[in-house]
C-alpha cells in the first residue's frame, strides 16, 4: 500500500488473542511478536455496573493472567479511540505489568469538545498529556521486533487511528463485520463522508489483510465474530463494499444515525477515557463522582 514505510513487513504474522465482553460487545486483544515474548494490549475494558456505581476489573483481569501465564512482556496499551460505549482497563493493567498508553493525536479535538459538555474546568488538561503517546497519522512503533503503522482513520470519532501490524489491522470502530457494515457517525467530531474515505483506505491495504473489529452484536443471530479480511469485506461488506460509493454511503449512514439511540455508558466512559482511563480524582471523603450533563447530548 503507498505510503506504509519500508519497515513495516506486512507479512509478518503476529500472534492474536481475542478477549470477549458480553456486557458491552466488546473485543480486546493480546498481539504478540512471534519473535519475542514482547506484546501489546489493545482496546481492554474495565467493568462498571452503572446503576449501582461499582467498578470491577474481572475483563482486565483475565488479560493480565493471560499474559502472566504465557511470561510475556506488555509494552503497549493502545486505544483505537475514544470509546463511548465502554470504560478503558488500561491504567489498572499498567499498574500491574507496565507498558506504555497510547491513542491518536487527534484526542486532543475529544478533550476539547467533551472537556466543555461535562464542565472539566481549566484543570483538564486538552493536551493529550494523560497518554504515554500520541500517535499521528502514518507514525511507526514497534512490539518486540514488530514494526507497527499508524493510519488516521476518522468519521467515527475524529481521532479515530488503525493500527496496522504485519498481515493484521486493528481498526476499532471503524469497520464492523460485513454483516454489520460501518460504526455510526453522529458523535461531535463525526462524519458519514469522512468515515467512508477513512473505510476506502483501510480497504486499499493488501487484500489477504486480517481485520479485527473492536465490537460485534451478532448480526441476525449469528455468533459473535470479529476477524475478517480486506477482500472479504470489499466483497460483502453491507455498506461499503466495492460498487457502493460515497454519497450512497453517506445517505444510508446518515440515515441509520438518526434512528439509534445513545449508547447507555456513554456519559461515564466519555469522561473517563479521554482522560486515558483516570477515574475521576476523589473528593474530600474519599468518594469519586461522575457528572451528568442535561440535555447536552
Known amino acids: 500500500m503507498q505510503g506504509i514505510p519500508h519497515a513495516v513487513d506486512l507479512a509478518s504474522k503476529p500472534e492474536v488473542t481475542a478477549f470477549f465482553d458480553k456486557a ?3 473485543v480486546s486483544y493480546v498481539v504478540k511478536d512471534p519473535g519475542s515474548q514482547a506484546c501489546a494490549v489493545i482496546d481492554s475494558v474495565m467493568d462498571i455496573d452503572y446503576a449501582a456505581g461499582r467498578i470491577a476489573y474481572q475483563s482486565a483481569d483475565e488479560i493480565i493472567a493471560f499474559i502472566r501465564e504465557r511470561g510475556l512482556a506488555l509494552e503497549w496499551l493502545i486505544e483505537t479511540h475514544v470509546h463511548a460505549d465502554h470504560l478503558s482497563g488500561a491504567p489498572y493493567i499498567q499498574g500491574k505489568l507496565g507498558g506504555r498508553i497510547g491513542i491518536g493525536d487527534r484526542i486532543t479535538v ?14 483538564f488538561q486538552r493536551d493529550g498529556s494523560q497518554f504515554d503517546r500520541l500517535f499521528a497519522d502514518g507514525d511507526t512503533y514497534a512490539i518486540g521486533g514488530m514494526t507497527v503503522f499508524t493510519m488516521h482513520t476518522p468519521g467515527h470519532t475524529p481521532a479515530c487511528m488503525t493500527h496496522v501490524i504485519g498481515d493484521a489491522a486493528f481498526v476499532g470502530d471503524t469497520l464492523f463485520m460485513p454483516d454489520g457494515g460501518s460504526a455510526r457517525a453522529d458523535f461531535p467530531g463525526g462524519d458519514a463522508r469522512t468515515l467512508y474515505r477513512s473505510i476506502r483506505r483501510v480497504l486499499s491495504l493488501p487484500p489477504s489483510t486480517r481485520l ?25 461488506n453491507i455498506h461499503v463494499r466495492d460498487g457502493i460509493g460515497e454519497d450512497e454511503f453517506v445517505e444510508k449512514r446518515e440515515a441509520r444515525d438518526r434512528t439509534l439511540a445513545m449508547p447507555k455508558l456513554i456519559i461515564p466512559s466519555l469522561q473517563v477515557n479521554m482522560k486515558a482511563g483516570e477515574l ?6 474519599g468518594k469519586r463522582f461522575l457528572k451528568v450533563p442535561l440535555n447536552t447530548l
Open 24 to 26: 458491552t460487545n466488546t
Open 110 to 123: 475529544v478533550q476539547e469538545t467533551f472537556g466543555k459538555i461535562f464542565n472539566e474546568g481549566t484543570e
Open 212 to 236: 479485527f473489529m473492536c465490537h460485534d452484536y451478532g448480526p441476525n443471530g449469528r455468533e459473535i465474530r470479529w476477524e475478517t479480511t480486506v477482500a472479504e469485506q470489499r466483497a460483502h
Open 280 to 285: 475521576p480524582r476523589p473528593d474530600e471523603t
